[in-house]
């Protein structure tokens, strides 16, 4: 076959069209936030373009500007933050719509030193201390409570986590940072899923269950979906720790920021120097001139000598590329997943659930399978957090897919765990990452055979082309410190290739 008719029959001729949210739709999410005042529509000049106003993009291009070189960058959304949002109180005050948790600075030092270097503070979560309440647990129609991160009521269950969590560990343990690829087991890890792994080292359904939530808890996608490799990097990233990933108590859900996860953002972008472009989707990258790149949006187009792409592969899939890139990255923008999520905060006149004693954390086998405590600091109203996946989700628990079924199913299983008065909330505050025009789902759960076969392709350089996003980190990968790490490497790339 020819190069060209290759290309269209392995990427069914979808390189290059322009993708939408999970579901196709278009709707855009409520925002809020920073960002310069765009400039006329126009031709702009730079040392770097960044596409993406998120953390990643927004970290790298400060880091270039540190170095001395100019920058401007390009955002599709009307606001910045990319899977980070503020989204608005009705009583006044803000939420976090998308990623809100960091880890302690011993763990996730990269977004613990960025924020502190932009003079943003962080607090710990609800549920940690003495006193402050006991977690539930319901499971197959037993209620029970517990202190710390793991729950006592099934033991032979939590014993058989346990042993799975150490197995994983020691597999972990021989994955090179950034390059799970190299493991010396990579291809046998990367041809199975979790639920495979699960059904023949595992002996109990409490474990497998524990297990389970776990795994959806931090990817936003079942064990059956997933690449046991891919999981195994996550826990290599993040110090080795299978709990690293998703603990409260000296873990990635130990604290959050002051001002909410946006604001990282908003102060990344009111410190730039250099142009930052909004409501100005990118459409191409050329790079055909041998001494410079031209990058089309909706707003300008820029000349520049590096690019940085700051994108979720799947968005990277929109921008038409001159000359074409190799196959091995167009095959990745192709088949790179999303985990797609509601996130919902609903909202109460106080946290009623302290008063019974529980720290508003809940795991169970009734929908919704998770929440937790997500009030404010100094604010009396009680908020309580829990996650939605996507449609599979719902259908397979006969809930209709529309907004208001949606609700009316989490608020019945927020009153199975706290009671009646869970029926009564002042508002419902959504973070819907399924309806996005520019952002594709929130996390990028990889099915088995993705990273023996796409791995090397996700951070490499391509001509005057650099990559960042948190997808190319090497450590904490899907976390926000790994879209800070990604940043910053990808300043560094450019910045030692124009020195």
Not at 108 to 116: D, P, T, W
Not at 345 to 373: C, E, H, K, L, Q
Request: hydrophobic share 40%; charged share 20%; aromatic share 8%.
């Amino acid at each position: 076959m020819k190069r060209r008719e290759l290309i269209k029959a392995v990427l069914g001729g979808a390189a290059l069209v322009p993708l939408t949210g999970c579901n196709g739709d278009s709707r855009p999410l409520d925002s809020s936030g920073g960002g310069n005042t765009p400039p006329p529509t126009g031709d702009l000049r730079a040392d770097v373009c960044v596409i993406g106003a998120g953390i990643s993009g927004l970290t790298a291009a400060r880091r270039c500007e540190q170095k001395g070189l100019s920058v401007v960058v390009l955002e599709a959304n009307d606001r910045v933050g990319g899977r980070t949002v503020n989204l608005p109180l009705a009583g006044g005050g803000f939420i976090e719509g998308g990623g809100e948790w960091v880890g302690p600075s011993s763990q996730q030092s990269a977004v613990r030193a960025l924020a502190a270097e932009l003079g943003i503070e962080t607090y710990l979560a609800y549920g940690q201390a003495a006193g402050e309440g006991n977690n539930l647990m319901l499971y197959r129609g037993s209620r029970s409570t517990f202190t710390g991160e793991i729950p006592l009521g099934d033991p032979a269950g939590l014993a058989d986590l346990l042993q799975a969590q150490t197995r994983w560990e020691q597999m972990a343990s021989e994955i090179p940072e950034g390059r799970a690829w190299d493991a010396p087991n990579a291809h046998l890890w990367d041809s199975m899923t979790i639920w495979e792994w699960m059904q023949t080292n595992m002996l109990t359904d409490g474990g497998k269950w524990l297990l389970s939530l776990i795994v959806l808890l931090t990817t936003a996608a079942r064990p059956e979906d997933l690449s046991l490799l891919f999981y195994l990097e996550m826990i290599a990233g993040a110090g080795g720790s299978f709990t690293n990933l998703y603990a409260k108590a000296n873990g990635a859900q130990e604290r959050r920021i002051s001002g909410g996860s946006q604001r990282i953002s908003s102060r990344l972008a009111e410190e730039l120097t250099g142009p930052l472009v909004l409501s100005s989707p990118v459409s191409g990258i050329d790079q055909s001139n041998p001494s410079s790149v031209s990058v089309a949006s909706r707003r300008c187009r820029v000349t520049a000598k590096r690019v940085i792409v700051a994108l979720h592969p799947q968005d990277a899939a929109r921008l038409a590329y001159a000359p074409l890139l190799p196959i091995e990255r167009q095959m990745l923008h192709k088949n790179w997943p999303t985990g797609c999520a509601y996130k919902l905060n609903v909202v109460y006149p106080t946290p009623f659930w302290r008063a019974d004693g529980y720290s508003g954390m809940v795991i169970s086998d009734v929908f919704p399978y998770f929440a937790d405590d997500n009030s404010l600091p100094g604010d009396p109203r009680g908020l309580l957090v829990c996650f939605v996946g996507a449609q599979h989700e719902l259908s397979s628990r006969g809930i209709v897919e529309d907004k208001a079924s949606r609700h009316a199913a989490v608020l019945n299983g927020l009153a199975t765990f706290f009671g009646p008065k869970a029926l009564a909330p002042l508002e419902i505050v959504e973070g819907n990452w399924i309806e996005q025009p520019w952002i594709a789902g929130c996390e990028s759960p990889l099915q088995p055979g993705m990273l023996t076969t796409f791995g090397k392709s996700v951070a490499a350089r391509i001509d005057r082309i650099h990559w960042a996003g948190t997808e190319t980190a090497g450590q904490w990968k899907a976390y926000m410190d790994g879209a800070v790490r990604a940043g910053e490497r990808a300043a560094n790339e450019v910045s030692m290739l124009m020195s």
